[in-house]
């Protein structure tokens, strides 16, 4: 009878990391957060996962022939991907642990193909299209360094300590991302340990957020009011050096 990896006895490691939260202000450029950890025995892989805990709906338009054009033919609805997806590991997760196991633990991006679903705004869907918004929306995050899977990142030290670091880039939002740090023996998943991250905005971009969420009226009539004063105050500028 099979049994879920999870459903198995998995040792608790010890793992930390250098910071559990992460503040994002206007002149945010991106951070990062070493991640420690245990193993409980020699010989072992390490493999850890970084996660949103939110989905990142997305908008997708697919191309296609029209006449001797290409333009927009189909738009679809996104649902079912994290903002963020990160794997490093000691060595290639295929070498680790069979797909029956990483498709259990969520690993791979096989895994988040099949967990995201489409639904079309303006066209039918047909089949290579889930493939085809997938890969559009892989590129996408990689570019911005929110999807990477770093299969040589991960060292383990004198046979018991591994040590590594995430990035979270500048397109990372407010919320909660989780590292799972998963330990494997000889194909079997024998230790886990879980760390938090929050990323909560401050300052000037906390008072935005907020008088957006609280009050989207006066949000919106001080935004018209700011873009009016930059247009004016561009406008000076202009003149100002057009006059020397």
């Given amino acids: 009878m099979f049994v879920p990896a999870l459903a198995l006895a998995v040792q608790e490691v010890a793992t930390d990391t250098s910071a559990s939260e992460i503040d994002i202000g206007l002149m945010f450029a991106g951070d ?30 697919v191309k296609g022939r029209v006449g001797p054009l290409w333009m927009n033919t189909k738009q679809f609805s996104v649902s079912g991907l994290p903002l963020m997806y990160k794997i490093h590991a000691t060595r290639p997760l295929n070498e680790i642990m069979d797909k029956a196991l990483a498709r259990e633990l969520g690993l791979g991006y ?8 489409i639904k079309p ?16 929306i892989l590129k996408t995050r ?14 383990v030290k004198k046979g018991r300590l591994f040590k590594h670091y995430f ?22 998943l024998i230790g886990k340990g879980v760390d938090e991250i929050v ?6 971009e906390a008072m935005i957020a907020t008088l957006a969420h609280s ?23 202009f003149k100002t050096r057009g006059g020397h």
């Fill in 167 to 188: 990035r979270f880039p500048s397109k990372a939002k407010e919320g909660k991302y989780v590292a799972t740090s998963f330990i494997f023996k000889d194909g079997r």
């Fill in 121 to 136: 705004i303006r066209g039918e869907v047909e089949e290579g299209d889930k493939d085809l918004v997938f890969d559009g």
């Fill in 110 to 117: 096989d895994v988040l193909k099949e967990r995201m679903s």
């Fill in 215 to 237: 009050h989207p009226a006066l949000y919106g009539v001080l935004a018209v009011f700011l873009a009016v004063c930059a247009g004016l105050f561009v406008g000076f500028i």
């Fill in 199 to 204: 990323i909560k905005k401050t300052g000037l």
């Fill in 32 to 61: 990062h957060v070493y991640f420690f950890g245990t193993v409980p025995e020699d010989g072992v892989d390490v493999v850890v996962l970084l996660e949103s805990t939110e989905d990142e709906p997305a908008v997708v338009n």
């Fill in 142 to 155: 990689q570019d911005e360094n929110l999807y990477n899977i770093d299969e040589k990142r991960v060292e």
